[in-house]
Each structure stands twice: as structure tokens, then as C-alpha cells.
């Protein structure tokens, strides 16, 4: 199976790329499971649905959140209208919606996704995201209930994203991080056979801080003063993520490649 993940989409630009680039991507790398990080979509923070809509009408298989889960007050009742978003697994336990859903993918496959978030370095702590994910993990083994399973870590620290990737390593397919809105450069396949990248990093304009317009950022990095409120910045968008193929009989991964396209990033594609 084809799968491609997409990291954080940051505000219009990164929406306006995955709407006019998706559909062609989609086409050209045949793809059969498109997952995209849709945490900051709207504005930079949260998502609305008339939003989650338009990245799912664009090819988006499954939209997947993180700890701007619900900062667009929408999304709480749109979540619970629209399976194909996910929000943490370990989001407190009174939030709607779900962590972790078996998609239908073409050919009759199936495909897990879930997300958790981590710990370390979080402004709030949920509870413990490992023991979310051996349960799920558990429930879907590959090469049984499902054919592929993605894993999406959203937190900061590339430490605790590393130890998600060997604690899933031969029981998901892909372990992919999100919310640093930078991409590292450790694309790999694990010894069991999952594929991993401690971070996508964002579909934004890099010219930026972290997707946001540089102005407010420098200023209360140097003056340590804010001045206006933070607002994305609406350059040209790198789509940036990681494409996996795995095998649909045993869900191990036989190809990773890191994906960067367009904008101010460096661009890199999956061999043809
Ligand atoms: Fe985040
Ligand atoms: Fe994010």
C-alpha cells in the first residue's frame, strides 16, 4: 500500500497548497491512504469544520488533530458528524470524537490510524500515550484485522517521538511525529520493519517561525515583549511528510521516503 502523511497544515497557505497540490499527488504516486496532521488549519490554531471539509475534499482519507484539537469550538460537534477526523487517543476522556479508527482503503484493505500525544515538554500532560497505544495496537494486529497502521505522535521532544517508534516497532506500519512544524532528517525503517520519522514537520509557508508570520515571534524573542497577536504567515507552503509503502500481506514497511514539495524548503520526492 501507498500511504502518504502530511504534517501540521498552518493557516491558508498550507490549506491553498494541500487543495491545489493534493488532488495531482494523489494521481501521480497512485496513492491508496492519505493521512494529513489538520491541527492549525484555520488561522493556526485548531480547525474549523467547513475547513477539516475542504482538506478532506481534496484527497485527505483521514484528518488527524493534536493539542489544538478543539481551539475552533466547531470542531467539537463536527467531530462527532465526521469519523474521518481523529483526535488524540489520549485526549482527556470527556473529549467527543475518536483516537483511533480502521479506515477502508481501495482493494478491500484496511488501514488503523491513530493518534496519541506525548508528554514531555507539553504545556498540559494527558495520560500515559504508550499504554493508548500497545491497547490499540493490540486490538489491529497487522497481517490480521488490518493491512497497514500509521501512528501519528504528536509532542515536542524527538526523545519520546524515537521511543514511540521502537516501542510500535514490527506492530504498526508507519510511527510518524507531528506539532514541531519542523521536519527532521531520520527517515528510516526500524529493525521490526515499521517505518519512522521523528517529525513530518508542517505544510506552511517556511518563511515563517514555525508557520507564523516572523515579525510578533522575533519581536518577543529579542524585546521580550509582545506587541500584536500571532498571526500564520501566508508565503508559498512546503507540503512536507513522509511516504511509506508497505506490504499488505505481513503491514511491514518495504519503502520510506521523506516528502517535501514546493515553497521555501529544500524539495525531495520518493524515487519513482
Ligand atoms: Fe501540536
Ligand atoms: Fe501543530
Not at 492549525?40 to 489544538?68: I, M, P, R, W, Y
Not at 516572523?214 to 511516504?243: D, I, N, Q
Request: glycine share 12%; net charge neutral.
Amino acid at each position: 500500500m501507498k500511504l502518504l502523511f502530511l504534517g501540521d497544515v498552518m493557516g491558508r497557505a498550507g490549506r491553498t497548497a494541500i487543495i491545489q497540490r493534493l488532488p495531482h499527488l494523489r494521481k501521480d504516486w497512485r496513492l491508496d491512504f492519505v493521512v494529513v496532521n489538520a491541527e492549525n488549519a484555520s488561522n493556526g490554531t485548531g480547525v474549523t469544520g467547513a475547513h477539516a471539509k475542504a482538506l478532506l475534499d481534496a484527497g485527505a482519507d483521514c484528518l488527524t488533530l493534536g493539542d489544538h484539537a478543539f481551539d475552533q469550538k466547531d470542531m467539537l460537534q463536527f467531530i462527532q458528524t465526521e469519523p474521518r477526523v481523529l483526535r488524540p487517543l489520549n485526549y482527556a476522556t470527556t473529549a467527543p470524537g475518536k483516537g483511533a479508527r480502521v479506515f477502508d482503503a481501495p482493494g478491500g484493505r484496511r488501514v488503523l490510524v491513530a493518534q496519541v500525544l506525548g508528554q514531555v515538554f507539553m504545556r498540559r500532560t494527558f495520560s500515559d500515550p504508550f499504554s493508548a497505544v500497545d491497547k490499540v495496537l493490540r486490538a489491529h494486529p497487522l497481517g490480521g484485522l488490518v493491512n497497514a497502521s500509521l501512528i501519528d505522535m504528536h509532542c515536542e521532544a524527538t526523545s519520546e517521538k524515537m521511543g514511540m517508534g521502537h516501542y510500535c516497532d514490527g506492530r504498526a506500519s508507519v510511527v510518524v511525529g507531528s506539532h514541531t512544524h519542523v521536519p527532521t532528517a531520520d527517515a528510516m525503517i526500524l529493525p521490526g520493519g515499521t517505518a519512522y520519522l521523528s517529525d513530518a514537520g508542517m505544510c506552511g509557508d517556511y518563511d515563517s517561525v514555525i508557520g507564523m508570520d516572523k515579525a510578533e515571534p522575533l519581536r518577543r524573542f529579542v524585546t521580550g515583549m509582545a506587541k500584536a497577536r500571532f498571526s500564520p504567515a501566508l508565503g508559498e507552503a512546503t507540503l512536507c511528510g513522509l511516504y511509506v509503502e508497505t506490504d499488505d500481506r505481513t503491514g511491514k514497511a518495504l519503502h520510506v521516503s521523506m516528502f517535501r514539495d514546493g515553497g521555501l524548503l529544500e524539495n525531495s520526492w520518493p524515487a519513482a
